[in-house]
């Protein structure tokens, strides 16, 4: 079946630091992938997606690549900012018609 | 923008209650889902539907889950007898291509 493993947390930056949360996936066809933000005590909000092979996402100075040939969809952001504290997750839509998560990944970013 | 709300945002019941849970979907989308999420752990997937009729579920969604579209825009999940593990947010989501937009959720505390 389908799988995503995203990088274990939690993860700690400093505010204006560079950001990698490194996601790969097993899927049979070709999923769409996303990343998702859970901010505490909300809902899950649609951050960035790609649906074809080398299609770069972006939202938010966030960015992420979807690389066939490794399987991945890593989310970077070249300077966080305290408010990107949130629970990130990557998943991705198969053809099948739902979606595969990962675990999340907690992002604290200090002042 | 149109957005998928959920109702109530938290309720607390008794183990052994019926409760249910609603979600208006976005206007135009067609395919409904329902996704829990435990505590600290992942989204998993529970049921989707579409034409009036329940497409894929999980290994989750057994007798005690039902799922329903009684009018033209509500969507409801229903629990016919709580146990104390079904306490966890419950996420509505509708699909329009191959992007599913989730509502804020549910928290479902069973005592």
Known sequence: GNSVTQMEGPVTLSEEAFLTINCTYTATGYPSLFWYVQYPGEGLQLLLKATKADDKGSNKGFEATYRKETTSFHLEKGSVQVSDSAVYFCALFSNAGKSTFGDGTTLTVKP | ?111
């Open chain 2, 1 to 111: 923008e149109p957005e998928v709300t959920q109702t109530p945002s938290h309720q607390v019941t008794q183990m052994g209650q019926e409760v249910i849970l609603r979600c208006v979907p976005i206007s135009n989308h067609l395919y409904f889902y329902w996704y829990r999420q435990i505590l600290g752990q992942k989204v998993e997937f529970l049921v989707s539907f579409y034409n009036n009729e329940i497409s894929e579920k999980s290994e989750i969604f057994d007798d005690q889950f039902s799922v329903e579209r009684p009018d033209g825009s509500n969507f409801t999940l229903k629990i016919r007898s709580t146990k104390l593990e079904d306490s966890a947010m419950y996420f509505c989501a509708s699909r329009v291509g191959e992007t599913q937009y989730f509502g804020p959720g549910t928290r479902l505390l069973v005592l």
